[in-house]
């Protein structure tokens, strides 16, 4: 049994709250929700992300994205869209970065897609940018070829649990009790939710089932925008390729993993994420019409953009402190034991060609 202010996250005491409506809310609730409320980046919060740890991460996809550009016939109207963009970082070393390339500086147009008014706010002071654009829909972009780009996005998005129990499918969900306390609790799906999770064959023969609900509904609008204009999606997220059967959900609070009796013990002050299941993922993507590449460890991805040609290019103008810090973060970056394989890159596409750089 957990215990929370429910009415603080516009939460009911009517009816058992499924896990993914449960986390929403305490995430993105206006004003109190985590993401609504406070930075969660960097050493000072909850975690840190391969943006904030090292530019060279930057670099990489800025390069990647130059490297689209060409692969699509340098097109005069370019459009990349990061989604859940963070604190910006990224998105600043790729303004720094493209300063250095004319021709698609000229023709990329940047919009930065997040939902919290708080992040919005912080990327604006990190960005000193007036071409920059904040959307929250795609519907301002209408014309030339789309780039997606998303890093610790999809797992933010949270997910629905399900169990079998004599042969039915029951959903987990979290009811409130003497208006402070959470109960676990399960009911039965309704027919059209089990037909949708019986259409995945990623999803067969599993006893608990992980299912992105919400992630997908964000996916749809972005691969009918990427069938329109031609394009794609590139998702970089920590997660696993064969299907599990356990619960992924986990919690990070002053950069360290917490319990789940701790997780819900600090509601609101916790970030609460899950593993993204790949397999999933690019089952989902194919279904609607998008080609996708192998999908491959963050390490596969970085070494093949040149990451440490591009170190070794930097560390002659850098002092033996700098050479130090440079290889600890990437270390983290590639390490295998730690953002190296946990991490994975699928790209989602729309486009005649089939080969781009990070993936073959």
């Known amino acids: 049994m957990m215990k929370l202010n429910p009415r603080m996250f516009n939460i009911s005491s009517k009816k058992p709250i499924p896990v993914d409506e449960f986390i929403e809310k305490i995430l993105y609730e206006p004003k109190v929700g985590y993401y609504s409320s406070r930075n969660p980046?960097?050493?000072?919060?909850?975690?840190?992300?391969?943006?904030?740890?090292?530019?060279?991460?930057?670099e990489i996809i800025a390069i990647w994205l130059i490297s689209f550009w060409e692969k699509m016939e340098r097109p005069k109207r370019?459009?990349?869209?990061?989604l859940g963009p963070g604190d910006g970082s990224l998105t600043k070393v790729l303004l720094n970065t493209l300063k250095k390339f004319p021709e698609i500086n000229k023709a990329i147009r940047i919009y930065l897609y997040e939902r919290s008014e708080y992040l919005i706010r912080l990327q604006k002071k990190n960005i000193?940018?007036?071409?920059?654009?904040?959307?929250?829909?795609?519907?301002?972009?209408k014309d030339g070829p789309v780039i997606?780009?998303?890093n610790e996005f999809f797992d933010a998005m949270p997910i629905k649990?399900?169990?079998?129990?004599n042969n039915k499918l029951l959903e987990k969900c979290?009811?409130?009790?003497?208006?402070?306390?959470?109960?676990?609790?399960?009911?039965?799906?309704?027919?059209?939710?089990?037909?949708?999770?019986?259409?995945?064959?990623t999803l067969k023969n599993l006893k608990f089932i992980e299912y992105p609900k919400k992630g997908f509904l964000e996916l749809n609008p972005i691969m009918k925008k990427i069938s329109e204009l031609t394009g794609g999606i590139l998702l970089i997220d920590y997660g696993y390729l064969n299907s599990k059967n356990s619960n992924t959900i986990q919690a990070v609070m002053n950069n360290k993993k917490i319990s789940i009796s701790e997780m819900f013990n600090n509601i609101g002050k916790v970030d609460i994420t899950s593993l993204v299941n790949f397999s999933l993922l690019k089952e989902y993507f194919s279904k609607n019409n998008l080609k996708v590449k192998?999908?491959?460890?963050?390490?596969?991805f970085l070494e093949r953009m040149g990451i440490f040609e591009r170190a070794k290019i930097l560390e002659k103008?850098?002092?033996?402190?700098?050479?130090?810090?440079?290889?600890?973060?990437l270390n983290r970056l590639l390490g295998e034991k730690q953002m190296g394989k946990l991490f994975k890159v699928i790209f989602g596409f729309k486009y005649k060609k089939n080969k781009f750089l990070g993936f073959d």
């Open 294 to 300: 192998r999908i491959v460890f963050q390490r596969f």
């Open 128 to 141: 000193d940018n007036k071409n920059i654009k904040w959307i929250n829909n795609y519907n301002s972009i």
């Open 317 to 329: 103008k850098m002092s033996s402190e700098q050479k130090k810090y440079m290889t600890e973060t």
């Open 174 to 201: 979290y009811s409130v009790k003497n208006k402070f306390s959470i109960n676990e609790t399960f009911v039965e799906c309704e027919n059209n939710e089990i037909a949708k999770i019986k259409s995945f064959k």
């Open 41 to 58: 980046f960097g050493k000072n919060g909850d975690f840190v992300t391969s943006p904030t740890i090292s530019n060279l991460f930057s």
């Open 161 to 165: 649990q399900f169990t079998y129990k």
């Open 78 to 82: 370019f459009n990349f869209i990061e």
């Open 148 to 150: 997606f780009f998303g």
